[in-house]
């Protein structure tokens, strides 16, 4: 029906003498768009509804009251700012706020947050960098120190067990100086095997015989002679 865009585009509820602006068929009363129609101020605006999408000449609001809305509008200079009106044409007064247009600080407010949405993603993504990196520090250190723990060990072990062996070998030269000191040099004393000797009635290397010849009373009586085969005296 129309070939241009709406001469309003309302944000919420407006307010046409108190009440809210509502669709003439479905009641909505949100967001509705406002087009002037025909060349008359008197004549009525003509309000489409963005809930049933129908429309219909308003009641209330004019070409004369849309072009005092245009007027009256606070516009914006920021992205804080809201674009507010107040108008009054031929005693009719209309509240509202149009839906806001984009202005270049908006822009700069959206460029500042997403420069601060990357930052913290940078910041996150560094923080579980740092944060492997310091595990695997961590884990080098650990390891480093259970190797030099382990190799502290070792060493101890066979610092002990050369203690352990260098002492018994010096008990061993102490004991075989003490012995040749006292042998003079004849090292360990050899004992001959004793050979107990064949005649019969040696003992120790005499012979025990029962004979007179001996015997000063001419009777018989054991006299010991040394033997003449093992030649030992008893001694």
Known sequence: MFDHSPDLELHGIAHVDGAPLECGHCGNAIGLHVHKRGPREVWPAWITCGSCGRGDDSATVTNGLVDAVLAARTGRQKAEDRDLFTAEWREVVMTGELRPTLVMDDLVTVAEALRDEIEKD??????????????????????????????????????????????????????????????????????????????????????????????????????????????????
Do not use: F, Y
């Open 122 to 235: 940078v910041r996150r993504w560094w923080g579980g960098k740092k944060k492997v990196a310091k595990a695997k520090v961590a884990e080098a250190k650990a390891t480093a120190k259970g190797a030099v723990k382990d190799a502290a060990s070792d060493a101890a072990t066979a610092a002990k067990g050369a203690a352990k062996n260098a002492k018994s070998a010096t008990t061993a030269a102490v004991l075989t100086t003490a012995w040749q000191l006292q042998t003079q040099g004849a090292g360990p004393a050899k004992m001959p095997k004793a050979r107990r000797c064949t005649v019969k009635g040696c003992r120790g290397g005499m012979v025990t015989l029962a004979t007179r010849l001996h015997s000063p009373t001419g009777k018989s009586a054991e006299v010991k002679i040394p033997c003449g085969t093992c030649h030992r005296t008893g001694r």
